[in-house]
C-alpha cells in the first residue's frame, strides 16, 4: 500500500508564465459557460452536416476549437490572449484546462447538479400548484 497520497499538480508552465490550477468560482464558472455554448453549438452542427461535407466542417470546426481553447484558457489564466497565441502551445492550454477541471472535481458537481433538478423542478412545481390553489380559494 502506498503511503503518500498522488499529489496533483498546482502549478504549470503557460508559454514563458508559470500559473496556477484556478478554483472555479461563481464568476470563473459564468466565463466558462458563456464559451462551453459555442463548442456545443459546433458539436451540433458537426453531427447534423451531412456525412458527404462533415469532413470540411471537422478542418474549419478544428480552427474554431482551438481558437476556443486558447480563449477559455486566457479567461481562467487572466493571460492576455495574444500572449497565449503567441507563447503557449495547445498541450499547455488542454493540460490546464484540463487540470483545472480536475481540480474542482467538476465531473462529480456535474453528476451532482444532474441529481438535484429532478426534485428543485419538483419543488418549482408544487410550489406554483399551490399559489394556484391559494389563489382561487
Known amino acids: 500500500m502506498n503511503v503518500f497520497p498522488l499529489t496533483r ?3 504549470l508552465k503557460l508559454g514563458s508564465r ?3 490550477i484556478p478554483k472555479l468560482t461563481r464568476n470563473r464558472l459564468k466565463k466558462l459557460t458563456d464559451h462551453l455554448g459555442t463548442i456545443g453549438d459546433l458539436l451540433v452542427k458537426i453531427f447534423l ?3 458527404a461535407d462533415r469532413s470540411v466542417m471537422i478542418v474549419a ?3 474554431i476549437m482551438i481558437d476556443e481553447i486558447y480563449e477559455l484558457t486566457s479567461l481562467m ?3 492576455d490572449i495574444n500572449e497565449l497565441s503567441e507563447q503557449a502551445s495547445l ?3 488542454t493540460e490546464y484546462l484540463n487540470l ?3 481540480k474542482n472535481d467538476m465531473n462529480t458537481a456535474l453528476k451532482n447538479l444532474s441529481g438535484l433538478i429532478p426534485p428543485m423542478a419538483q ?3 408544487t410550489s406554483i400548484a399551490a399559489r394556484q390553489s391559494q389563489a382561487q380559494g
Open 9 to 11: 499538480k498546482d502549478k
Open 18 to 20: 508559470t500559473v496556477s
Open 49 to 51: 452536416t451531412p456525412e
Open 61 to 63: 470546426g478544428a480552427e
Open 77 to 79: 489564466s487572466d493571460i
Open 91 to 93: 498541450a499547455e492550454c
Open 100 to 102: 483545472t477541471w480536475q
Open 123 to 125: 419543488q418549482f412545481v
